[in-house]
């Protein structure tokens, strides 16, 4: 697949920051970017030069792109072996409560 550098620099651009990616962040963009974070992932992270031979693009394009997406959230760069390694930022799950009216209707049983 061809990749658009002013494509995706463009898209990029228009996309919130998030604070990690959901899997509805995922489904929200186009098919082209997705299938970039898909082969990062799959790819248990990917550095710089396995994302340009992957991508086709030049290392100064591939690199705008990643850290566009790490400024918004999407990814997330950790240092291995000297060099930096791409992956997704996954959302952290939050914690569920139980409303308060349940707890009151149990503690009414229960008393």
Do not use: C, H
């Not at 604070?19 to 898909?38: H, K, Q, V």
């Amino acid at each position: 697949m061809a990749f658009s550098f002013d494509k995706l620099r463009s898209e990029i651009e228009t996309l919130q920051s998030v604070e990690g990616t959901t899997m509805a962040d995922l489904l929200s963009i186009s098919a082209e970017l997705r299938s970039i974070t898909n082969m990062i992932t799959r790819s248990g992270g990917m550095s710089l030069p396995e994302l340009v031979f992957e991508l086709d693009m030049r290392p100064s394009e591939a690199q705008m792109l990643l850290d566009a997406l790490v400024d918004k959230g999407y990814l997330k760069s950790i240092e291995a072996k000297g060099e930096p390694r791409y992956n997704i930022a996954m959302a952290r799950r939050r914690g569920y409560e139980v409303p308060s009216a349940l707890w009151d209707v149990s503690d009414s049983e229960t008393g």
